[in-house]
Each structure stands twice: as structure tokens, then as C-alpha cells.
């Protein structure tokens, strides 16, 4: 079993920034990626962004590439996503999710390649 727990959220205005934190425990030696979804009231859960724990390779949706920047650490198994400029509609509650064994960039995102979740953590931007 892998834990995943969000920090980070909050309210901020439009053109702020936030980082999120994302913290993995349990049996994480096994995990290939990590990535970020969003969801809305209404809508479904959107992808955000991926990275892989080896070799770092990146992935983020055309929403938010060029703003939004993931990072990990390794050492504490974390991994972080820093969100600039934001705009109203980043809007939404943002989970983090745990990609175990071997791990297919092309799915990334893809929510059924993701075996575990976190609780979420809201980011309320006003305009």
C-alpha cells in the first residue's frame, strides 16, 4: 500500500502562485511516476501533469504547460507541483496519484494508469 497526502492548496488572486506538496509513504520503492490531476464539480478528473521518478521525464497537459512546473525529491519522496500565474479556471480540487511497476509515458494521462490517490487539496483562485 502506497500514502499519498496533499498540502499546499488555498485562495489566492489571479497572476499568484502556489505550490502544492505531495508526500508518498507505505511501499513507494515500487513507484514509477507521480502525477497531478485536477477535478471540478460536474467534470471529470483532468490531467495536470507527471513525472517519473527515474530519469524525471515530464509530462503536462496544454492547459498548464509553460505555468505549472513538477519537481520531485527522491530523498523524501515527494513530489511538487509549482503553479505561477495562475487564472480562475485552475480552479479545482488537486489530487496527487501514485504510478506503480512499470509505467508507459504514452498513458500518462490517463487516470486508470494510476494506482493510488491522495485525498485532494482545493486551490481557489479569484479573479
Known amino acids: 500500500q502506497v500514502q499519498l497526502v496533499e498540502s499546499g492548496g488555498g485562495l489566492v488572486q489571479a497572476g499568484g502562485s502556489l505550490q502544492l506538496s505531495c508526500a508518498a509513504s507505505?511501499?513507494?520503492?515500487?513507484?514509477?511516476?507521480m502525477g497531478w490531476f485536477r477535478q471540478v464539480p460536474g467534470k471529470e478528473r483532468e490531467f495536470v501533469a507527471t513525472?517519473?521518478?527515474?530519469?524525471?521525464?515530464?509530462y503536462y497537459s496544454d492547459s498548464v504547460k509553460g505555468r505549472f512546473t513538477i519537481s520531485k525529491d527522491n530523498a523524501k519522496d515527494t513530489v511538487y507541483l509549482q503553479m505561477n500565474k495562475l487564472k480562475p479556471e485552475d480552479t479545482a480540487v488537486y489530487y496527487c496519484?501514485?504510478?506503480?511497476?512499470?509505467?508507459?509515458?504514452?498513458?500518462?494521462?490517463?487516470?486508470?494508469?494510476?494506482?493510488?490517490w491522495g485525498q485532494g487539496t482545493q486551490v481557489t483562485v479569484s479573479s
Open positions: 513525472i517519473t521518478w527515474s530519469g524525471g521525464i515530464t
Open positions: 496519484a501514485a504510478a506503480m511497476g512499470s509505467f508507459a509515458g504514452t498513458y500518462h494521462d490517463k487516470r486508470w494508469i494510476y494506482n493510488y
Open positions: 507505505g511501499r513507494t520503492f515500487n513507484s514509477a511516476a
